[in-house]
Structure formats: structure tokens, C-alpha cells
């Protein structure tokens, strides 16, 4: 079992508030405003492989989506990272909408922050953003297997003390042994009915 620092989870936490806090929006001088819309700040999952596909946002100087827009998705070649299938770049369009999604976006099994690094390209005119996420390896929880087992006692337990009050029928031949089943706590006493 390891167990993580406590510096490296303070860490993270910070880099998440610092992701959260950070301006989600690209903006060039010709125009185009690149907006991140999910996937800033999110924790992939590297022990499930899971990750939260990116999707950002490509409008222009009047506000309106751009659509057929050439956009990039880029992962670190090193470190922590992740890939879009078994690729490090996705090359992709924006839809009606002027929204591009990074399809299949999968962590490798480095944990720590990374970039996610987007360019959108229209026209001759180019923008471009980072979106932060962070790969994690969360450890299983151990209360919650304890809650499993401690449920799992009372319930055979409890199964038990039915039994022994209500009986049972035997088969033909099988003689049953009567039970009498006391629980007593101080002076209080417990059983089948007398």
C-alpha cells in the first residue's frame, strides 16, 4: 500500500483551484475567441483509465459560433498525460455550434498535472488555450469495505438468532432438538415465548 505525502495532495488541491481560477477563454487580434467549455481542472482517473473528454468553444468578433473550424488537441509527450486513443494529437472540426470534442481522451498511468494544449485555425486566423487537468490514482476505500464486512456479521447474526427462536421442521426420521436462545443484559432476559 502506499500512501501519498501529505505535500503532494495539498499540491494538487492547489493546482485544481489554481485550474479552476485560471481564464478559460483565448481571445487574437484578428477576432477569434476560444473558449474552454469542459475538461478545465478535471482529475482523470488512472487506475480506471477514465477521463473527461475536453470540449471548447470557437465564436467570432460578433459573438456567433464558427463552424468547420480546424482544431488540435495536444498531450505532453512525456510525464503525466493522456492520449486520444493511441494518439497524442486529435485533429478534429467545430460543428454549428462553433464546439470541437476531444473524442477518446484516455490518462496514462503518470500521476500530475498536465496541459491539454488547443489550437483552432480559420481562415488563415489562429488562436490557441490550455486546459489543465490532473491525473490521480485514488486509493480504495477502506471504510467502506469495513461497512461490507460489519453488515455482512450482523446480518449472519441476526439470521442465527432467527433460527434458534422460530425453529424449524425436520425431516421424517430426524428427531429436533428444542432450542431455547437467551440474550440477557443486566436483568432483562430474552427468548421464546414461556
Known amino acids: 500500500m502506499q500512501i501519498e505525502p501529505l505535500w503532494r495532495k495539498l499540491g494538487v488541491i492547489w493546482i485544481v483551484v489554481l485550474a479552476a481560477a485560471a481564464p478559460a477563454a483565448a481571445a ?7 473558449r474552454i467549455i469542459e475538461g478545465q481542472g478535471s482529475i482523470n ?25 480546424s482544431i488540435t488537441f495536444q498531450t505532453p509527450s512525456t510525464g503525466p498525460g ?9 485533429m478534429t472540426q467545430t460543428d454549428s455550434e462553433g464546439r470541437a470534442i476531444g473524442r477518446g481522451l484516455v490518462p496514462n498511468g503518470v500521476t500530475g498535472p498536465f496541459e491539454i494544449h488547443v489550437t483552432a485555425a480559420f481562415n488563415s486566423k489562429v488562436v490557441s488555450t490550455s486546459i489543465r487537468q490532473i491525473n490521480a490514482s485514488p486509493a480504495e476505500s477502506r471504510s467502506s469495505k469495513k461497512v461490507l464486512w460489519i453488515s455482512l ?10 433460527a434458534a427462536t422460530h425453529g424449524h421442521s425436520s425431516p421424517a426420521g430426524v428427531s429436533s432438538i428444542p432450542s431455547t436462545s437467551t440474550l440477557s443484559a443486566g436483568t432483562s432476559t430474552f427468548g421464546p415465548p414461556q
Open 28 to 34: 487574437d487580434a484578428d477576432g477569434l475567441n476560444l
Open 45 to 69: 482517473n488512472v487506475r480506471t483509465r477514465s477521463a473527461r473528454a475536453p470540449i471548447v468553444e470557437l465564436r467570432d468578433d460578433q459573438n456567433r459560433p464558427v463552424a468547420g473550424a
Open 82 to 90: 493522456a492520449t486520444f486513443g493511441s494518439e497524442r494529437a486529435l
Open 153 to 162: 456479521a450482523a446480518g449472519a447474526a441476526a439470521g442465527g438468532v432467527l
